[in-house]
């Protein structure tokens, strides 16, 4: 009991206080204790919907990915593009850039001696890659029917006596089931 | 940083402490890291293909008819700038012959074009004369193409796109889908 006398307004019972540390006479460690008035300065960084957001997109560009479409495309060839086509398949890849005739990438003839003659002719030099790559197919699988498909890679502005050429010579290499690559329409590229 | 709270002491009595922080930074780092890759690698372009298949003559086979009814084969000549030509043969016979004014419809600014019109009159060709219309039917109505030898590749392109307008159903292994109606090939003459 103290000295001075209570009043009739103060009450001998009080609402407890914060306890923890107060045994510590440091004016400081009461200060962080009871809080200080200020906001706490450590922040939790949500990481949790940040991983989610992460493993949709991975998810997501995981189930676009398609090695389908990915066939390289000379960058001085500029495809037409059609509505009604048909999805990429493995095949020989005939492409027509220039006067140059590749197949796969490699030199496989010229349409010079096309465009000078101006008459439909045989490829001889493609005929040879392609027949080469028929009898490979043929070793390596065997027993197998031979699809004969062949992609032919052409530029827009190549004239139709170069793409019969090429054609027709294909198609008696062994390659009658001929597709032309094109652009989707609608879609950016190509 | 997300972690594994047991509610243990930690440390206390000798024991290991059963609290554990996941190491969330390294997974971001990797998710990031495919993320990129997977941008990258993608294929914004999408290639397709049109089919023409080329018949070549071949020796005949032994257990082929000799009498073989001939079909009607729809041949589309694009020889002239005005127009298109549509004449269907039965052999060497034409059956019919149908005029096709040659409208280029341009299509972005990329130079592509198609011809709506021929798209529209050759589909109603195929239902009026189309003999290969059953899903379960495995050939397909043949079609020629005719063309100059300076045609641009793209104008070919854009009449054998006009040509597989036309569709139908095929069912192959017990699906069924939607296929072009005609078979195109070119002309060699």
């Not at chain 2, 054998?160 to 078979?183: C, L, W």
């Amino acid at each position: 009991m103290s000295e001075k006398a209570l009043s009739r307004f103060e009450q001998p019972i009080k609402v407890p206080g914060r306890r923890l540390l107060h045994h510590i006479p440091l004016g400081f460690v009461r200060h962080k204790v009871v809080g200080g008035g200020r906001r706490a300065s450590n922040h939790e960084i949500p990481l949790i919907p940040f991983i989610d957001f992460l493993l949709c997109i991975v998810l997501f560009l995981l189930a676009s990915f398609s090695a389908t479409g990915q066939i390289p495309v000379d960058k001085n060839v500029k495809l037409p593009k059609a509505e009604n086509v048909m999805d990429m398949v493995d095949a020989p890849m005939v492409a027509i850039t220039g006067t140059q005739i590749l197949v796969d990438g490699n030199p496989a003839g010229s349409t010079r001696a096309i465009e000078e003659a101006n008459r439909l002719q045989r490829v001889d030099e493609l005929f040879n890659v392609l027949k080469n790559k028929r009898e490979l197919w043929k070793q390596v699988n065997p027993g197998k029917p031979f699809p004969g498909v062949a992609i032919l890679q052409v530029d827009r502005r190549v004239p139709a006596l170069v793409v019969k050429s090429v054609f027709q010579t294909s198609a008696f290499a062994g390659y009658p089931n001929i597709s032309f690559m094109v652009g989707r329409l609608g879609e950016p590229g190509g | 940083m997300a972690g594994i709270d047991t509610g243990g002491g930690g440390g206390h009595g000798g024991r290991r402490t059963s609290n554990h922080e996941i190491p969330l930074i390294p997974f971001i780092d990797f998710l990031l890291c495919l993320v990129m890759f997977l941008l990258v690698t993608a294929v914004w372009s999408q290639m397709a293909r049109i089919n023409a298949d080329a018949r070549v003559p071949g020796p005949p086979k032994p257990d082929q008819p000799v009498d073989v009814k001939k079909e009607k084969q729809l041949h589309v000549e694009m020889r002239g700038d005005r127009k298109f030509q549509l004449v269907w043969k039965e052999g060497s016979t034409v059956v019919n012959t149908i005029d096709v004014p040659r409208k280029k419809v341009k299509i972005g600014s990329a130079g592509d074009y198609t011809y709506p019109d021929l798209a529209k009159k050759v589909s109603s060709e195929w239902k009026q004369n189309g003999s290969h219309r059953a899903a379960t039917d495995k050939k397909f109505d043949q079609a020629v193409l005719h063309t100059d030898n300076t045609t641009p590749f793209s104008d070919v392109i854009a009449v054998i796109d006009a040509i597989y307008t036309p569709q139908r159903d095929f069912s192959f292994g017990g699906k069924s889908e939607k296929v072009p109606a005609f078979n195109v090939t070119f002309s060699v003459n």
